[in-house]
């Protein structure tokens, strides 16, 4: 009966007031969490995060690439639909003025604000992070992005700085004696504490960098990362009875000076595996420097007393390849490319005790609720809609020009979770890669083909 009475009361508290929205999004994050029960992962703050929150264990990228997963994501319309594979498009000017995310919340008396990597910086996002449209304030980028490339990773003292993958840092000595995600959390906050007294709602979208490469992190998280604890995937090889069109080579690893030295043969070679032992470090110290900047940010948004009226969704734009069939990155279409981390807290559930729940699609421990039906980050846009009182319809074949979702709203997951039932669902992820030709290539690049360059569309259901 309690029960009863608290599931009501959390849709009459979501009915009756606009809540504020906080939309972390993780640059090439996998489910390497604790919460997700990656036992290499050290995330204490994420974890407190997924505690008393829904956490998605089927959540897919549409595309394992940056700008248009983001896109996708963001419009709620899917790469096919958007005509973008690369980085050289822009939706509003060569396929249609589709509303994003933000500008829908924007139109609706929202405050959207864009801080860190949202939309994809460039050609894709009209060089403005979509703005006017999107935004009610200027995007933020921090100003130490412009070293994100520049020769700063040194590994000994008789060495010159070099570009490489793998680049601990003592942050005193970097430009400006920080990192840009570090500038980006205190934008994030800053913002935060601007809203604090504002009686108008907000979506506040935080694009954090790391762990995309290069691993350039504060050295002090290595402490949690021990070499020993890490090992290649077995097999480490690339299947045979896989056509070679499916491989992506890592070309954008290959670029880094401490790889280049490896000396390795296109395409096939292989990563030494104590290197490659190393890449797996960096990114797992990568994840904890950035679970370190999640957990002050929430515990800002604590202090500002605008917890209990803020909903938070933890995402990412796509997975990434450690060395799971000897490759790296992105750039396909297998599971660990495209897989995501998805956790969803509301208010009226975070905190909230759980029922023990026996179902077969749903399972429960403590007070966090693991949803194993699949999702697809196209599903992001209507959720968040659905919760603000604002829905979208789902496009028919003649909403090219309207405000409409490709996804739909996975609120009634939850709902049913929390009820202890199971509902149909949707029975399969879509997923696409573009290929330039049958065998990888650097010239034109496999992993990021122009669309003019475009030969072969993989797709995964």
Request: charged share 20%; net charge positive.
């Amino acid at each position: 009966m309690l029960f009863t009475l608290w599931f009501i009361n959390l849709i009459v508290w979501c009915t009756a007031q606009k809540q504020n929205f906080l939309l972390i999004i993780v640059d090439d994050l996998r489910t390497a969490l604790g919460c997700y029960g990656d036992a290499k992962a050290y995330t204490p703050n994420i974890d407190r995060l997924a505690t008393g929150a829904a956490i998605f264990s089927q959540a897919f990228a549409q595309q394992a690439l940056c700008a248009p997963s983001r896109n996708s994501f963001l419009t709620s319309r899917r790469p096919d639909t958007l005509h973008l594979y690369d980085f050289y498009s822009y939706w509003r000017k060569d396929i249609g003025n589709f509303t994003t995310l933000p500008q829908h919340l924007k139109n609706n008396g929202y405050i959207t604000k864009s801080v860190g990597k949202v939309f994809h910086p460039g050609i894709s996002s009209n060089n403005s992070d979509d703005s006017p449209y999107s935004w009610s304030e200027t995007p933020f980028h921090p100003f130490t992005e412009r070293y994100k490339d520049a020769p700063m990773c040194q590994t000994n003292m008789q060495m010159l700085p070099a570009q490489n993958l793998l680049c601990p840092v003592k942050v005193s000595s970097m430009p400006n004696k920080t990192l840009p995600d570090i500038e980006i959390l205190r934008e994030a906050k800053t913002f935060l504490s601007n809203q604090a007294g504002n009686s108008s709602p907000f979506f506040l979208a935080v694009g954090f960098q790391k762990p995309h490469i290069p691993f350039k992190y504060p050295k002090k998280y290595l402490k949690n990362h021990p070499l020993h604890k890490f090992e290649v995937p077995k097999p480490y090889k690339w299947s045979n009875n896989v056509s070679s069109i499916a491989y992506n080579p890592w070309n954008d690893l290959r670029k880094r000076e401490d790889v280049a030295a490896l000396n390795l043969k296109f395409p096939w070679e292989k990563i030494p595996k104590s290197f490659a032992r190393l890449i797996i470090q960096s990114y797992y110290a990568s994840v904890t420097y950035i679970d370190d900047l999640i957990g002050t940010l929430i515990n800002h948004l604590e202090r500002l007393s605008i917890r209990g009226d803020t909903t938070i969704i933890l995402m990412s734009d796509h997975g990434w390849s450690l060395g799971e069939h000897a490759v790296w990155a992105k750039y396909s279409n297998y599971d660990v490319a495209l897989k995501v981390p998805l956790i969803v807290s509301i208010p009226g559930l975070t905190y909230e005790k759980l029922k023990e729940n026996t179902n077969v699609n749903n399972s429960s421990k403590g007070n966090q609720i693991f949803i194993d039906s699949i999702v697809e980050l196209v599903d992001i846009f209507p959720t968040i809609a659905d919760l603000a009182n604002i829905s979208i319809p789902i496009c028919s074949n003649e909403s090219m020009q309207i405000t409409c979702s490709e996804g739909i709203t996975f609120i009634p997951l939850i709902r049913a979770a929390l009820k202890n039932e199971v509902i149909l669902w949707k029975k399969a992820a879509f997923a696409q890669y573009p290929r330039p030709s049958i065998e990888p290539s650097i010239h034109p690049n496999s992993d990021e083909p122009r669309l003019k360059e475009i030969k072969a569309m993989g797709g995964v259901v």
